[in-house]
């Protein structure tokens, strides 16, 4: 079992960064985490897959809405990912979840799909006015 413990959420003016953190921890002390994502998922909508990262090699994938403006990054040793948020605007407000595949790495075919991924955070929330 793996757990999944975001933070650095808040509320921000338009224009202004957050940067988001999520740290993987597990009883047995073996991650073996291969793909974690980012979603976001505002009230009433569907969860989206923001940004992916292969905790292996570090190869990253960004959603076409936030390209140029997020970075997804992570710190192996930490067993930390974060999510750099630059740029923010009124249409990035929701709850930011972490979510993590243990099977394999992430695929350009199916990184932002929930499917895949077996563990889920409970979310920070980032609200931008």
């Known amino acids: 079992h793996v757990q999944l413990v975001e933070s650095g959420g808040g509320s921000v003016q338009a224009g202004g960064s957050l940067r988001l953190s999520c740290v993987a921890s597990?009883?047995?002390?073996?991650?073996?985490?291969?793909?974690m994502a980012w979603f976001r998922q505002a009230p009433g909508g569907a969860r989206e897959g923001v940004a992916g990262?292969?905790?292996?090699?570090?190869?990253?994938y960004i959603a076409d809405s936030v390209k140029g403006r997020f970075t997804i990054s992570r710190d192996v040793a930490k067993n930390t990912v974060y999510l750099q948020m630059d740029s923010l605007q009124l249409e990035d407000t929701a709850m930011y979840y972490c979510?993590?595949?243990?099977?394999?790495?992430?695929?350009?075919?199916?990184?932002?799909?929930?499917?895949?991924?077996?563990?889920w955070g409970q979310g920070t929330q980032v609200t931008v006015s």
């Open positions: 979510a993590v595949d243990r099977r394999r790495p992430c695929s350009s075919f199916y990184w932002s799909a929930t499917g895949p991924y077996d563990y």
């Open positions: 597990s009883a047995s002390g073996n991650i073996d985490s291969n793909c």
């Open positions: 990262i292969n905790t292996d090699d570090g190869t990253t």
